[in-house]
C-alpha cells in the first residue's frame, strides 16, 4: 500500500514537472484544471491529519498573499510553513507537500489574483533568465580574454 502511494506521489510529480517543463505555456485555465486534477489523486491516499495540515497551510499561504501583496514568493512560504507542520521530513516529501499545498491555494483565488500571480511569476522568470544570460556573456568574454593573452 505504501509503495502505491510512493508511486502515486512520484507520477503526480513528474505530471507536474511534464507541465511545468513544456515548451509551451498551458492557459492558465488548463494549467489549474491539471494541478486539481494531481490534487485530487495525491490527496485522496493522505491521512486526515496530513491533509488538516495542507488546509491549514494553504489558508497560511492565501492569508500571507493577502498582507504581502508585493512579494509573491509563495514557494519560499510553503517551504517555511509546511517544515514548521511536518519537522523531519525529507526535500521529496517537501516538494509533494507544497504541491498539494499550492494546488489547494489556486483552487480558492480568484481568475483576477491567479493571473496577477502568473504574471509575478513570468516576470521573476525573465529577471532570472537575464542575469543567467549576463553571467553567461561575462564568461564568455572571460574565457575569450584570458585565451587571448594565452594566446
Do not use: C, Y
Amino acid at each position: 500500500m505504501k509503495t502505491k502511494r510512493i508511486i502515486g506521489f512520484l507520477v503526480g510529480l513528474l505530471a507536474l514537472g511534464i507541465v511545468a517543463a513544456a515548451p509551451v505555456k498551458a492557459p492558465l485555465e488548463v494549467a489549474k484544471g491539471q494541478a486539481l486534477a494531481v490534487h485530487q489523486s495525491l490527496i485522496g491516499n493522505a491521512k486526515p491529519q496530513v491533509r488538516a495540515k495542507i488546509a491549514a497551510s494553504a489558508q497560511a499561504g492565501k492569508d500571507w498573499l493577502a498582507r504581502n501583496p508585493q512579494s509573491r514568493d509563495l514557494h519560499g512560504f510553503f517551504a517555511q510553513d509546511l517544515r514548521k507542520r511536518f519537522p523531519g521530513i525529507t526535500e521529496q516529501q517537501l516538494n509533494v507537500l507544497m504541491t498539494l499545498a499550492f494546488a489547494e491555494t489556486m483552487s480558492d483565488m480568484s481568475q483576477e489574483d491567479q493571473l496577477k500571480l502568473q504574471d509575478v511569476q513570468q516576470k521573476l522568470s525573465q529577471v532570472v533568465q537575464t542575469i543567467s544570460n549576463l553571467m553567461k556573456t561575462e564568461n564568455d568574454t572571460l574565457k575569450a580574454i584570458i585565451g587571448n593573452m594565452r594566446g
